[in-house]
């Protein structure tokens, strides 16, 4: 199959879990596609490999400096888009605060200065609008910054926060030729299927409810999207003529932790994980809390939920969200298959034919 009359796409952090979707749907779709990995013999770089099958030729993995201006602009040349999703938990974290800032910024330049590319888009996070302290009552939507000095957001995210805010002041700078159409996508926690050889912290909680690692459920309510609808939304802004200059809130559902483990339990009990479903009392939840850190850093959102609008990437781009239901099930699934959480002596995979995750290869 010859793709080289397609655009090509740059897709940076290629190995995290919302890199690798993004480049599946990307070849799917036909597109030739050029993906940054950190290091080129790491072994789990097989995996997007694989997503090629017979059209290997459409995926082109590099690793660059990305502190360097030069591997930038290499790194664009020839590409008409750019999806850029920073700092993930496949990549060594920055050396200090600015780094990731400084990095957007050559990137940008790079873009701005380049012949060939149309739009940039940029992954933030729905903590970039609702932040870490959700107010009672207020609905949330693109319109809504969070603030950037609460003490409560975590490093990784008050990064994101400052990526996006860098991203925008940047392109209000550029003028004539040099000006560039950018997007944000701000996403929740991206559950769903892992491909074979990428990463996701998120699948930490699925794992622990099933392998009976978790002894307290507490009243935590979670902002949860499908990892297969986030890429889509990527691709969607990419060309969709309504996209730039927005920010697009991409959220499923809130869903209580003990809802998760429902889903589950519903699907996987037969199966022999004999999984929790009860909500643990909130002072049970503050006694452990006092030995755990993990554990009292969400008890300041234990009971709490958001409101949000997410209309708007419906409207603008076409597309739907999956149930929260789905994507967990469909998570564990590959997650089970890919042995990255143990099988019981009674599982049986799915009532239809099942295959290690490596969903679709373009063929």
């Not at 319109?143 to 209000?172: H, Y």
């Amino acid at each position: 199959m010859s793709q080289n009359n397609q655009p090509k796409v740059l897709v940076t952090s290629g190995l995290s879990h919302l890199g690798s979707h993004i480049i599946l749907q990307l070849l799917q779709k036909g597109y030739q596609v050029r993906g940054i990995v950190c290091d080129l013999s790491n072994t789990r770089c097989n995996g997007l490999k694989q997503l090629t099958a017979n059209a290997s030729q459409d995926l082109e993995l590099i690793s660059i400096n990305q502190l360097d201006q030069t591997s930038w602009s290499e790194a664009i040349q020839d590409c008409t888009y750019v999806c850029y999703i920073p700092n993930d938990s496949s990549n060594n974290l920055p050396k200090d605060e600015m780094e990731p800032m400084e990095i957007t910024k050559l990137l940008l330049n790079a873009c701005s200065t380049s012949t060939s590319i149309q739009r940039l888009v940029v992954t933030s996070s729905d903590q970039a609008v609702i932040g870490s302290s959700v107010i009672d009552g207020k609905i949330y939507s693109e319109e809504d910054w969070s603030d950037i000095d609460d003490p409560n957001i975590q490093p990784c995210l008050k990064s994101k926060i400052l990526i996006e805010k860098t991203a925008w002041e940047f392109a209000k700078t550029l003028k004539g030729k040099n000006k560039l159409e950018l997007v944000v996508i701000n996403p929740c926690d991206m559950y769903g299927p892992i491909i074979a050889g990428t990463t996701c912290n998120n699948l930490e909680i699925i794992k622990k409810i099933l392998e009976k690692k978790i002894s307290i459920i507490p009243k935590l309510c979670l902002r949860i999207v499908d990892i297969r609808d986030v890429a889509a939304v990527h691709i969607a802004a990419m060309t969709s003529p309504r996209a730039p200059g927005n920010r697009y809130l991409t959220i499923s559902e809130s869903v209580w932790v003990k809802e998760i483990a429902e889903y589950l339990a519903e699907e996987f009990d037969s199966q022999g994980y004999k999984i929790s479903k009860e909500e643990t009392p909130l002072f049970v939840v503050k006694g452990v809390a006092l030995i755990n850190k993990s554990l009292k850093q969400v008890i300041p959102a234990i009971g709490k939920t958001a409101t949000f609008q997410n209309d708007k990437v419906v409207k603008d781009l076409g597309l739907k969200f999956r149930s929260v239901a789905i994507t967990v099930v469909d998570m564990a699934y590959s997650a089970i298959e890919n042995g990255l959480i143990k099988k019981t002596s009674k599982y049986r995979g799915r009532n239809t034919q099942f295959v290690r995750y490596i969903p679709e290869a373009v063929q």
